[in-house]
């Protein structure tokens, strides 16, 4: 989440399809007009999600393109063509991905480096000329005049996230981030090492008191290696008056508890 002045409050997802390795695509890779044309059906079942149109809706109004229909290369692909009410012949396009036909490739690429999109959308060595491509990425915006977090994050997780998740579009893995998407995927990988920790902890505790004998002696020493964490962050909060504790810190505990044990024998 970024803020803006004024108190607008900005928050993206962005989607990466990565072909890896895989020749299902053809030469053109994710250019493909069969690919792109998935890519395309994919990305607005995601924006016609309730969750996902509500959220848009409550965007700031100069801002509501950008998550409807966001900043995609399958919108510039699949365009919908605006006809004169007594004319078949189209009068503009809107590159939103709801057409019903692909554009021609290299009407699609000049369209969308016009606005200058190409690095948004394509890697650095991406090469024109040759309009073939492994990667490719999109990107919604939600700017909001008020902001929640919590109401952001489980909104992602109830709606959007397993709409996403372990997906794969025209042989290309979709992976997706953005604002605090991370924090939910982090919290869930601690509480998987906390129950590790646990039986490590437990293991410890279980050869303490078969070699000291003594249960006060096995709890006095586990709990000075387990104090050991809180302690040092306070020793080092009160030196260099930094309070900020990063995730990482956490993977101390098995070194603690490893290294520990054999300060106690």
Known sequence: RR??????YEYHIELIYDLGSSSAAGSSG??????????ATFESGLRALPAWRELCAETAPGYRSL???GLSFANYMMPSFNLANTSTVPESMTFDGLGSEPLLLRAALKAALGDGLQQ?????????????TAKLRT??????SHHSDSHWLRVNQESFMPYLDGKTVGGAKVCFGGSLLQVPQVMQLIQDD?????????FVLCYLLFHTRSLLVSFVSLGVMITSVPFSYVVFASLTGTTRLNLTSLLSLYLVVGLGSDVVF
């Open 3 to 8: 803020q803006l002045a004024q108190e607008i």
């Open 30 to 39: 994710l250019l493909d007009a069969g690919v792109l044309t998935a890519i």
């Open 67 to 69: 998550c409807e229909p």
């Open 120 to 132: 948004l959308f394509f890697p650095v060595d991406f090469d024109v000329a040759h309009a073939s």
């Open 139 to 144: 990107l919604y915006k939600f700017v909001f």
């Open 194 to 202: 906390v129950q590790l920790a646990a039986g490590s902890i437990g």
